[in-house]
C-alpha cells in the first residue's frame, strides 16, 4: 500500500532557481493538499485541489503553483525560489465523504 | 477566527504513567477535531477523530480523545505511556469554511522517558 507517495524527500535550492514537488496518490482520492511545516507553527494550508483540474489558494500561497491535470498527481512548483520557503512540505488527500487526510512522508527542501 | 491551540510545547512524562496532551479550539458551528501523531523524518499519521456521537474518542494504539464542547478543548490521553509514544503531536479542527481544510495546532512534543 504506498498511499501517498512524495519526490524528492530531500533537495537544496539556490536562490532563484525553479523546482516542481510531486505527490501522487493511490487511493482514488478526489481531494489533495500541499502544507508547509514550520518549527513551532504547524501545518500551513499552500493550496488544495477538490478534483482534477481544479485547484485553489489556502492560507499561504504566495510564491508557488500548482496543478492537477491528472486526480492522482498533485504539483507545487516554486518558480523562483527564496530563503524564506526553506520548509518541510507535506502532501496528502482524502476521499469524498471522509474528513479523515492521509499524509506523506514530505519533502525536506532547503534553498540557500 | 478559528484557530487551535496546544498550549504546551512539551510534555514530559515516565513510561507507565497517564500521559495527556491538551488541545482548545475555536471554530463556528459543530467541529470535526482530529489528532495526528509525527515520528522523526515521517510524515503525520491520523490517532482519531471526532465529529459527533460519544464524547470519548478511541483511536490507534491506546489513544483516546475526550470531546468537551462546553470548555472547547480535545485533549488527547492514554492510561498508560511507551516510550515509543514519544513523538510530535497535531492537534487539527476542520476548516468551516469547506474542502475540508484542516486548521492545526503548533503540536506537542511528547517525551517519555524510561
Known amino acids: 500500500n504506498a498511499g501517498v507517495t512524495q519526490t524528492p524527500k530531500f533537495r537544496v535550492l539556490k536562490t532563484g532557481q525553479s523546482m516542481t514537488l510531486l505527490c501522487a496518490q493511490d487511493?482514488?482520492?478526489?481531494?489533495m493538499y500541499w502544507y508547509r511545516q514550520d518549527p513551532g507553527m504547524g501545518l500551513r494550508l499552500i493550496h488544495y485541489?477538490?478534483?482534477?483540474?481544479?485547484?485553489a489558494k489556502g492560507e499561504v500561497p504566495d510564491g508557488y503553483n500548482v496543478s492537477r491535470l491528472k486526480k492522482q498527481n498533485f504539483l507545487l512548483g516554486l518558480e523562483s525560489a527564496a530563503p524564506s520557503q526553506t520548509s518541510v512540505y507535506f502532501c496528502a488527500s482524502k476521499e469524498q465523504g471522509d474528513p479523515t487526510q492521509h499524509f506523506g512522508d514530505g519533502t525536506r527542501l532547503s534553498i540557500l | 477566527a478559528q484557530s487551535v491551540a496546544q498550549p504546551e510545547d512539551q510534555v514530559k512524562v515516565a513510561e507507565g504513567n497517564p500521559l495527556t496532551v491538551k488541545c482548545t479550539y475555536s471554530v463556528s458551528g459543530n467541529p470535526y477535531l482530529f489528532w495526528y501523531v509525527q515520528y522523526p523524518n515521517r510524515g503525520l499519521q491520523f490517532l482519531l477523530k471526532y465529529i459527533t456521537g460519544d464524547n470519548l474518542v478511541k483511536g490507534s494504539y491506546g489513544f483516546e480523545a475526550e470531546f468537551n464542547k462546553s470548555q472547547t478543548s480535545f485533549h488527547l490521553k492514554k492510561p498508560s505511556a511507551l516510550v515509543s509514544d514519544s513523538a510530535l503531536y497535531f492537534c487539527a479542527v476542520r476548516d468551516a469554511g469547506g474542502y475540508n481544510k484542516l486548521i492545526f495546532g503548533a503540536g506537542t512534543r511528547l517525551a517519555v522517558h524510561p
Open positions: 485541489s477538490v478534483g482534477e483540474g481544479t485547484t
Open positions: 487511493m482514488n482520492h478526489e481531494y
